[in-house]
């Protein structure tokens, strides 16, 4: 040791002389203390101390993250990383076996258990769910797991509650992983459609419906002639005494000449396929019931 005690003065075997300088690092090696020095290698060679390397792996950064943020490699880190790493993936391991509160279905069923269901359902396997687990801020832990089916792909969410032993689903994708998201609703339909259901629904009728509008204007006033006229059957009727009056025909009513030509509004061919219609005397007088 020198006078001042900073140094070590060193002799090999040919006599030369060396100095060495006494640091914490070399006090802590003569001590035993290997942890110790892999700590002070990390203050010396990193802007991050080894405890917020811990945390910042804890929750959820990535080894090649913090190692570029303090400034130093990853193998410079990795025996502060590892023991962290080892810790999550004992956390996603539990959080598993955990029971899965949810809005449907058993609620006692396993988080791991509802999730190889739905995955199988999705015609994929469930070792291809990638878990993982990291802890927030405040404490609690949020498991998540990266899935790719068929039907659906993306990264689920879960919270974790360690002491109750149950996950509750954070988003879409975590519910659907377990089953419970309920199908979108359908689509309003849009104004165009609204408008052809609309009119779908006032041009359709059944078979018995009577005509409406013009077609039972020219039904009824017997308009038409010669083979358009609408011809009374006599025997829906009873016959009448001479001193009965009786109503004159449509056809004694039209003051037209039998020779006029125009035009029909409405033809018989037009009117085929319709429902039977009651005749002129069937409206006024009740018809057969008389």
């Known amino acids: 040791m020198s006078a001042d005690g900073r140094r070590l003065l060193l002799v090999d075997a040919r006599g030369t002389e ?4 006494v ?5 802590a090696a003569l001590r035993g203390e290997t942890a110790r020095i892999g700590q002070l290698e990390i203050q010396m060679t990193s802007t991050l101390r080894p405890r917020e390397i811990q945390s910042r792996i804890r929750s959820g950064e990535t080894a090649e993250g913090v190692a570029q943020a303090a ?11 590892a023991p962290v790493l080892a810790e999550r993936e004992h956390v996603a391991e539990r959080a598993q ?3 899965l509160r949810r809005t449907t279905g058993d609620g006692a069923r396993s988080l791991g258990e509802a999730v190889a269901a739905q995955v199988r359902s999705a015609d994929a396997k469930p070792e291809t769910v990638s878990w993982d687990a ?13 899935f790719t089916t068929p039907a659906r792909s993306g990264t689920a969410a879960f919270t974790y509650d360690p002491p109750g032993n149950y996950v509750l689903a954070d988003d879409d994708d975590a519910r659907w992983l377990v ?10 339909p849009n104004d165009l459609e609204q408008a052809r259901l609309r009119r779908m629904a006032a041009t359709t009728g059944t078979a018995d419906e009577l005509p409406l509008g013009e077609d039972a204007i020219d ?28 109503e004159p025909s449509s056809a004694e009513l039209d003051p037209r ?27 006024m007088f009740g018809g057969g019931d008389q």
């Open 18 to 21: 060396f100095t060495l300088d």
């Open 219 to 246: 039904l009824v006033s017997g308009e038409a002639t010669g083979s358009d006229a609408l011809v009374e059957d006599p025997g829906l009727h009873p016959p009448t005494s001479p001193s009965s009056t009786v």
């Open 71 to 81: 400034g130093t490699t990853v193998e410079a880190i990795m025996p502060f990383v």
């Open 134 to 146: 990291y802890r927030r801020d405040d404490g609690r832990w949020v498991l998540t797991a990266t």
């Open 97 to 99: 076996k955990s029971s």
């Open 179 to 188: 089953g419970d998201l309920a199908p979108a609703p359908a689509a309003p």
């Open 23 to 27: 640091t914490s690092d070399l006090r």
């Open 257 to 283: 000449p039998e020779d006029d030509d125009r035009p029909h509004r409405r033809s018989v061919q037009k009117r085929r396929g319709r429902a039977s219609v009651p005749s002129w005397d069937e409206i």
